[in-house]
Every structure is written in structure tokens, then in C-alpha cells.
């Protein structure tokens, strides 16, 4: 009796440890993340190092120390570097078309000079100065994607804040002219941009900007008075390395699941 009553009792075990193990989920190997194809579409924060160069022509300022007109070009050829920070927003709207907007302003010195013909008189010289402190733009950027690769174009408006100087010596006395002036231009730029993982991206860019010619006042510096105008054409062409931070690089990979 205690045999046939030990038999039954492990036969039950061995069944029911057979129906419980059948119930347990059976852990599988871990799926391969999901793969997430890069994406342009991103708001963005970034700095630029850039150089240079330019060209300026304006009639003869220092025709108001001698009174007489003058017809006289004075051309200079400025250079110098700017140092920046540039945000903005891109759209990848199909497999390779970006569209976006940006916002610059850089900080430098672009400065030039032009000796002027002496007056006459033993002694006398003149010498004009042309400086640009800030230049900002705001663009629009159209671009075709090649994977982690962007080649763009841009085009928009921007602004400059500009010193402009003549001094020198008159029959033996000095004169110091002065001529602050904020002038607006339309620009066009293209560039390569390589983004060397999601967040991070670099980029190099040439811009051109053409001011156009208009009134510069000049102002004598002793008198605070404005002695007259004259017209300044002036174009800035501008090489750019930029470093730039995404803050939006698409959607984050779903959880792993496990599998039964």
C-alpha cells in the first residue's frame, strides 16, 4: 500500500513540474536594437572662426579740410577675422532635401587703409582708415543630403557696424575726420556641413556680401560737427569653420523586448 501511494505521489510531481515549467516564458536572445536612420531635422547652437577680405571705394574725404572737390578714388582692400555664433532650425522634408533658417553675428576686425596723395605743401599727408567691428545675417539655407552629408546653399540679408577715418596734416595742422556708419547688404553663401555624429556637426562656408554704395557723414572730431558726405561701395567676402551642436537628432531607439 505505501509502495503503490509513493508511486502515485511521484508521478504527480513529475506531471505537475512538467505543467509549471510549460507556464514559465522561455527567454530568448536579445533582438537587435532598431536601426535609426539619421535625420537634418534639428534646431541648432554653434561658433565660427573666419577670415576676411574685402574691397572699398569712396571719393576723396579729405577734400573738406582743403575745400576745393575733388575727384579722386580712394580704394582699400581690408582683411582681417571675425570671430562668431550662429543658431537655426532645419527641415529634412524628403530623402535629401533640407530646408532651413539661420541666425549669425560675429565679433573681429576687418581693417583697411589708404595713403592719400600729398596737398602739396612739404609735409602734408592724409591717410583714410575703414574698419568693420560686427557683421550679422539672417538666411534661409536650402541643401541636398548625402547621408551624414549636407552641401547647401544660402541667401538673405545682413548688417555691419563700420568705423571710418581721415587724418592727417593740412599746411602744418592736423585734422581728425570721423565716420561711424551702420549699413545693410544682401548676401549669398555655400558651404559643406558633415555631421560626425548624431548631436555634433562641422562645417565649412564662404559667404559673399555686397553693401553697396552709400552716404558715409563724416564728422570733424574737435568740433563734433558733420563736414560732408561721401559715397562708400563696399563688398566682404567671408571663409568660415564652424562647429555646431543638433539639439534635436530624431526619435530615441524603442526598448528591447523580450522575446518567449
Not at 571705394?57 to 578714388?73: I, K, N, Q, R, Y
Not at 582699400?76 to 550662429?86: K, N, Y
Not at 551702420?182 to 555655400?190: L, S
Request: include cysteine.
Amino acid at each position: 500500500m505505501k509502495t503503490a501511494f509513493a508511486s502515485f505521489a511521484i508521478m504527480g510531481l513529475l506531471f505537475g513540474g512538467s505543467a509549471i515549467a510549460a507556464d514559465l516564458p522561455v527567454k530568448g536572445p536579445w533582438p537587435a536594437p532598431p536601426v535609426r536612420a539619421f535625420t537634418w531635422t534639428a534646431c541648432y547652437l554653434g561658433g565660427s572662426a573666419e577670415g576676411a577680405f574685402g574691397h572699398k571705394e569712396s571719393a576723396d574725404p579729405t577734400a573738406f579740410v582743403t575745400g576745393a572737390p575733388s575727384v579722386a578714388l580712394v580704394t582699400s582692400d581690408p582683411s582681417g577675422w571675425l570671430i562668431g555664433a550662429q543658431a537655426g532650425c532645419d527641415f529634412q522634408f524628403s530623402p535629401s532635401a533640407v530646408v532651413g533658417i539661420e541666425g549669425t553675428f560675429s565679433g573681429g576686425r576687418i581693417k583697411g587703409r589708404s595713403d592719400i596723395v600729398p596737398f602739396g605743401s612739404p609735409g602734408d599727408n592724409a591717410t583714410v582708415f575703414a574698419r568693420l567691428d560686427a557683421l550679422a545675417a539672417m538666411t534661409g539655407r536650402l541643401g541636398y543630403a548625402i547621408d551624414r552629408s549636407l552641401l547647401y546653399g544660402k541667401a538673405g540679408f545682413a548688417w555691419a557696424d563700420e568705423r571710418y577715418s581721415a587724418t592727417g596734416i593740412l599746411g602744418s595742422t592736423p585734422f581728425d575726420l570721423e565716420g561711424p556708419k551702420t549699413r545693410f547688404a544682401w548676401t549669398v553663401g555655400a558651404g559643406l556641413e558633415w555631421a560626425f555624429s548624431d548631436f555634433w556637426s562641422v562645417r565649412l562656408e564662404y559667404d559673399f556680401y555686397d553693401f553697396g554704395s552709400h552716404g558715409v557723414t563724416f564728422i570733424d572730431s574737435d568740433s563734433g560737427l558733420a563736414v560732408g558726405s561721401v559715397n562708400v561701395k563696399q563688398t566682404i567676402q567671408t571663409v568660415e569653420l564652424g562647429l555646431t551642436f543638433r539639439f534635436t537628432a530624431g526619435p530615441p531607439p524603442a526598448p528591447p523586448v523580450l522575446t518567449k
